[in-house]
Nanobody, 126 residues
Framework: QVQLIESGGGLVQAGGSLSLSCAASGGTFNLYALGWFRQSPDKEREFVAAINRGNTGTLYGDSVRGRCNISRDNLKNTMYLELDHLRPEDTGVYYC???????????????????WGRGTQVTVSL
């Protein structure tokens, strides 16, 4: 069973950038498809980005596409999220998620993920 720990959240000004990391332990990292989701108090959990096992395919949510990059380092057992041109609506708790999956699948539905981190808070101020 894999454990996921997010880091890198905090208070960021609108227009700035953030970099999040998701460190995994207790599992074979390169067996997992990975994703980032976020949730704010007044919204449902929202898909942000996902990446497949082989680091060959990615998907992005509509609200972040064009200003977001997801990546993974299978040697470091870590996934990353970079988000630019931050907006107040990017505020929320960011969660990383993992599930054992075939090499090329990229998953954007939260229900498809088995393992979740506890989240890291990102607050974007004007």
């Amino acid at each position: 069973q894999v454990q996921l720990i997010e880091s890198g959240g905090g208070l960021v000004q609108a227009g700035g950038s953030l970099s999040l990391s998701c460190a995994a332990s207790g599992g074979t990292f390169n067996l997992y498809a990975l994703g980032w989701f976020r949730q704010s108090p007044d919204k449902e959990r929202e898909f942000v980005a996902a990446i497949n096992r082989g680091n060959t395919g990615t998907l992005y949510g509509d609200s972040v596409r064009g200003r977001c990059n997801i990546s993974r380092d299978n040697l470091k057992n870590t996934m990353y999220l970079e988000l630019d041109h931050l907006r107040p609506e990017d505020t929320g708790v960011y969660y990383c998620a993992a599930t054992v999956m075939g090499l090329t699948r990229v998953l954007k539905d939260a229900k498809d993920y088995t393992y979740w981190g506890r989240g890291t808070q990102v607050t974007v101020s004007l």
